[in-house]
Structure formats: structure tokens, C-alpha cells
């Protein structure tokens, strides 16, 4: 079946502008997880949706972040006014329920001018 | 101190040889414990999952939980050329995961 996907694959923007980033889960997974990555580094946590609320965002490094999920499917994560020290692979993993085996999308490749 | 600590190598072996690849974690209650494979540009794919104490064999791969020791490992037997990669160790509680920075395994020809 179809894994988890995410869009855009990579995503350059400028200084202070706001950015969106997708990710679509498998289908019937309840919970859903976004994390960062920098090179060299395992993924950071930072937020998590079971169903359409998140059950931990502790994460988000600060308000200029903000993530939705209002169907329990497709997430969206929201950067505002982006920073240089933003850009990173932003990766999303879905499972089952929470707990579960996290299967992950191929990323979005953020970089902040 | 990070909560998931993992040596980040490298880690060399030669082919045909086992590959010991060892994590520790600080939070005691830790229910799940999860190994990812995660080639350069690539996002992370799960190898093994285990819950609880004791060894889990998949094919070539087995992991070993001790959750007195706080000690997760995962060996890889008859390693191949395509087990180069980096390996991450990743510990769920109450639902988050906390992964750690990885070990890039080499395996030479």
C-alpha cells in the first residue's frame, strides 16, 4: 500500500517569509509525528497528533511553529517569519496508534535563505 | 547528558563479519524500542522493534533489550556492503520518540 508522503520534496524561501509543509499518512494510522533533522543529528521531536489533537507538542522550538491536523489524515506544519537556523529535513512518520511502529515519509528539504 | 545515547562511530567491519551496534537510554520508563537504517539523503526505515527483555531475530538482524541496564543493541550478522548506513536507536514513552544521533556503519569488501 502507499506509504507516507510528504510535499514539497524541497522547499527554498527567504528570510522572514512563512512557509507550509504536507504530510499525508497511511491510510488508518491514528497518530502522526513530526520531527527535524540536521545533519549529523537523529531526528528531534516535535510534535505529535493522535487523531485530530496534538497529544505533545513539547518539541516546537517556539510559537513561530504550529502544526494542524483537523480531519485526523493530512497534517500540515506551519513555520512563521522562517529563521536561517530552520532549515533541515523536516520528516513525518505516521503509525497505527500510539506507540506503535513509526513509518516515515521521505522528508521535505527545507532551506531559509 | 542526551536521553538516547549512541556511539557515532564510524564503525568498520569486514563483509561476512557481525556488526555490534549498542544504545543506551536514561528514561526508565521506556515502553518500545525501535531500530531505523538510515542511508545518506534518505529518510530513516525501521529494521526491528522490541518491547520486551530479551533477544528478537529477524533474518539477519537481532536486537537485545535489557531494560535494567537500559541497554538496547542490534547485531547484524554476515554483514554486507549494503548495511552501510547509519543506524538510529529510537525509545518511545507515552508516545513520543526520542531518537539518538546514530552510528554510521561501514562494511568493506
Known amino acids: 500500500g502507499a506509504g507516507v508522503s510528504q510535499t514539497p520534496s524541497n522547499k527554498v524561501t527567504e528570510k522572514g517569509k512563512y512557509v507550509e509543509l504536507r504530510c499525508d499518512p497511511i491510510?488508518?494510522?491514528?497518530?502522526l509525528y513530526w520531527y527535524r533533522q540536521s545533519l549529523g543529528q537523529g531526528p528531534e521531536f516535535l510534535i505529535y497528533?493522535?487523531?485530530?489533537?496534538?497529544?505533545?507538542d513539547s518539541g516546537l522550538p517556539n510559537d513561530r511553529f504550529f502544526a494542524v491536523r483537523p480531519e485526523g489524515s493530512v497534517s500540515t506544519l506551519k513555520i512563521q517569519r522562517t529563521e536561517r537556523g530552520d532549515s533541515a529535513m523536516y520528516l513525518c512518520?505516521?503509525?497505527?496508534?500510539?506507540?506503535?511502529?513509526?513509518?516515515f515519509g521521505p522528508g521535505t528539504r527545507l532551506t531559509v535563505l | 547528558q542526551k536521553e538516547v545515547e549512541q556511539n557515532s562511530g564510524p564503525l568498520s567491519v569486514p563483509e561476512g563479519a557481525i556488526a555490534s551496534l549498542n544504545c543506551t537510554y536514561s528514561?526508565?520508563?521506556?515502553?518500545?524500542f525501535f531500530w531505523y537504517r538510515q542511508y545518506s539523503g534518505k529518510s530513516p526505515e525501521l529494521i526491528m522493534s522490541?518491547?520486551?527483555?530479551g533477544d528478537k531475530e529477524d533474518g539477519r538482524f537481532t536486537a537485545q533489550l535489557n531494560k535494567a541496564s537500559q541497554y538496547v543493541s542490534l547485531l547484524i550478522r554476515d554483514s554486507q556492503p549494503s548495511d552501510s548506513a547509519t543506524y538510529l536507536c529510537?525509545?518511545?514513552?507515552?508516545?513520543?520518540?526520542?531518537f539518538g544521533d546514530g552510528t554510521t556503519l561501514t562494511v568493506k569488501p
Open positions: 491510510s488508518g494510522h491514528t497518530a
Open positions: 512518520a505516521s503509525s497505527r496508534y500510539t506507540g506503535d511502529t513509526q513509518y
Open positions: 522490541i518491547y520486551s527483555n
Open positions: 529510537a525509545v518511545n514513552y507515552a508516545g513520543k520518540s526520542t
Open positions: 497528533f493522535q487523531g485530530t489533537g496534538a497529544a505533545d
Open positions: 528514561d526508565r520508563g521506556s515502553q518500545s
